[in-house]
């Protein structure tokens, strides 16, 4: 890593210079990239960071008003770049939470219609298709790759009902959906020892998709 913070302020990318030792910002944010799809209301930016630095992100501004987006994808200062197969694609629908496989070859994403609803699916660069993975009539999304890129977790918001929770899914799309954790609809990313890290606003938790629970 470079020691920094990303952020999303509207449509812009901030890197904000970070002391993990001593959790603390060492320095004033930077803008790195622009236009960047948004969601005041939903507190959220469409982007994703790789290891080694590549950024992954939806292009627009307002992602309840943008029916058809491009996923690209660009290195750490803003150049077109490519991560495996994957440089670009074009998404008839908003297009929401990207994430790529740890190969590169593929993206999972949720497809929503008006912001308001959402299904996880998979898009495949080679062959320029997009295949649904969730089947529920509810709301899923955050979609996190495994790290082992077979599996996928996700969210599920299902209101007061014992069914929201985040759900361990194949990849290819075989077999059932299992739920792994319940309570929590927002994933935001798989530890490297492959616990879960969930929560929202001033809850963030790492939880084992076994029920271990950690803060």
Known sequence: ?????????GPTIYALPFDLDRLEATGDPV????????????GSAQYSLSDDGALLYVAGDNSNVT???QLRVVDRSGAPARIGQFEQ???????LHPTLSPDGTSVAYTRSQNGGDGDVWIHDPARALSSR????????????????????????????????????????????PAQVVA???RLWDVHPDGRLIVGYV?????????????S
Do not use: K
Request: aromatic share 10%; proline share 3%; glycine share 12%.
């Open 31 to 42: 803008p790195v990239l622009d236009g960047v799809d948004s969601n005041s209301a939903l």
């Open 67 to 69: 029916f058809q987006m």
């Open 202 to 214: 001033n809850e963030i938790v790492a939880v084992d998709p076994d029920g271990e629970r950690d």
């Open 183 to 185: 309570g929590y609809e």
């Open 133 to 176: 993975l969730s089947l529920e009539p509810t709301v899923e999304w955050f979609a996190v790759w495994s790290r082992t890129g077979e599996e996928i977790f996700y969210g599920l918001r299902a209101g007061r009902s014992e069914r929201t929770g985040i759900y361990r899914q194949n990849a290819n799309g075989t077999g059932q």
């Open 1 to 9: 890593g470079t020691g920094h913070v990303l952020y999303a302020n």
């Open 89 to 95: 694609a074009l998404v008839a629908s908003l297009a």
